[in-house]
């Protein structure tokens, strides 16, 4: 617990309060996390678009409490709760198939402990730090690309497309299935597309990636595909082809878009802060900008639900066991009851104090120490090839995505400052 801040014995939350709508209508969700954090509470009752009711954790420390209470007081598995049996959750509602997928972050304790073992054996650190150099040439090549005059889209041209190679050449996906794939993903995790089109987007995924997994069976390769295939325990347990596929979605799903965000928004701290910019080149501090801006920048709004195992009281606030809460990752780094009243501000110079932005406990993700090493290498290579690069429009003219779960510029018009 952090300077002054009451207990959760303390705190008197008139509740239930009717919800909120979250995000705010016309606000990017994380500034809705920050807001009812600020101006409401550490848990706040809220509504998401298509009717959906639950509770969001807007702090640092209702958060962590949540995260700490995996498995032991917070179920991941909608699959066992209300909302998906009792109509509260619209049957079209664009989330409900992520919902009531078999995949490792929808299961709890000994299922997930097991999947996560296996998945170990085959996603490992030298499997990551062997991607390093292959990152490095996609990053320069993608840079090469770039036009040098006029406004450069730096999301259309570099952030996005980055990630989803690397995702795929972790799996091996040959170069011409990869806009498919990269597209569909985009499709499912997208909030506004239309239900026929998640459906189509789905079903394209799911056939796309067994046929990936079969012929990986049958042709053996030096990729994670392969790896997840051959991954045995000891007792000889091994990842059946449905568990394999839902690990390359999830990976997918989990590992584009978020880290497509991080880079894009540590893009724009750092040009919004010259001087930030500055010490970063000076002391070749990129990984410190990595963690400044996981922690100040969150690419997760908030993350999907967990449900009270029974009746929990959470920072002061009862919520009735089953019913769904909200992970406000978003309000988690820039909480003044943890970080300080400049909690805001971006300083690569404040230390590395532990931030939220990768979650913690079980669930805690997979991908970041390839999301870390991505993040660090787009950003050394882009500011060391362009040392004039700024941003061509104010900061506060840019938009947002619309999603409440990741957040990150749709586009980021840049001058490359090449002479
Ligand atoms: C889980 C954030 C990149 C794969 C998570 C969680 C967070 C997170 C907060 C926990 C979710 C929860 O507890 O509900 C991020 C951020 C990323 C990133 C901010 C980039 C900046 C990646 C990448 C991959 C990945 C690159 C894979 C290559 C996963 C998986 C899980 C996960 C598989 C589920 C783990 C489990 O349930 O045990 N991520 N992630 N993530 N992440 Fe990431």
Known sequence: MSGGRRTAMEIVMPTPRSPIPFPYPGERATVTVCRLRDEVGPVV?????????????????????????????FSKDARNFGGLHDGSIPPDWPLRQVLEADHMLNKDGAEHRRLRGLVGRAFTQ???????????????????????????????????????????????????????LRRRAATLISLTSAPEEI?????????????????????????????LVQAQE??????????ILW????VILAGHETTVHLIANAVIALCADPDQLALAREKDAW????????????????????????EVELCGVRIPAGQPVLVGFGGTGTDPARFGADAARFDISRGQEPH???????????????ARLEARIALSRLFGRFPGL????????????????TEGPLALPVILGVT
């Open 199 to 227: 459906g189509k987007a789905w079903n394209d995924l799911i056939a796309h990636l067994t046929g990936h997994i079969e012929r990986r069976r049958r042709d053996p390769r030096d990729d994670l595909t392969t790896a």
């Open 356 to 370: 939220l932005g990768f979650g913690r406990g079980p669930h805690f993700c997979l991908g970041a120490p390839l």
């Open 234 to 243: 000891q007792d000889g347990d091994r990842l059946g082809d449905d568990e």
């Open 126 to 180: 030298t499997r990551v730090q062997g991607l390093a150099p292959r990152i490095e040439e996609l990053a320069g090549h993608l840079l090469d690309g770039l036009a040098a005059d006029g406004p450069v889209d730096l999301v259309a041209g570099y952030t996005d497309p980055l990630p989803v190679v690397v995702i795929c050449e972790l799996f091996g996906v040959p170069e011409e299935e990869r806009e498919d």
């Open 390 to 405: 700024r941003l061509a429009v104010p900061p506060e003219e840019i938009a947002y995505t619309p999603s409440w779960i």
């Open 287 to 310: 990984a410190e900008v990595v963690e400044e801006a996981l922690r100040s920048r969150s690419p997760m709004s908030a993350g999907l639900f967990r449900y009270p195992l029974r």
């Open 247 to 250: 690990i390359l979605w999830l």
């Open 45 to 73: 009752p809220v509504e998401l678009a298509g009717g959906v009711g639950g509770w969001l954790a807007t702090g640092y420390e209702a958060v962590s409490e949540v995260l700490a209470g995996e498995h032991t007081l």
